[in-house]
């Protein structure tokens, strides 16, 4: 028997694009699931002292 090719790239493209290849929707939050703790309890104090500083610039 004669030995077959097991792969092909032909015809993929117009399958991807027969309904459009398209962005994936992106968010105003996206989510801090899984991320370094440490990070974002550092990323928790920046949001709080520049809130803080902020207003007091704004008080001036």
């Not at 994936?24 to 928790?44: C, E, I, M, V």
Request: charge should be positive; hydrophobic fraction near 25%; avoid cysteine.
């Amino acid at each position: 028997m004669v030995k077959q090719k097991n792969h092909t790239a032909r015809n993929q493209t117009v399958k991807a694009h027969k309904n459009g290849i398209r962005k994936p929707h992106k968010h105003r939050y996206h989510s801090t699931k899984g991320l370094d703790p440490k990070f974002l309890r550092n990323q928790r104090f920046a949001k709080k002292y520049n809130k803080k500083h902020v207003a007091a610039k704004k008080d001036e």
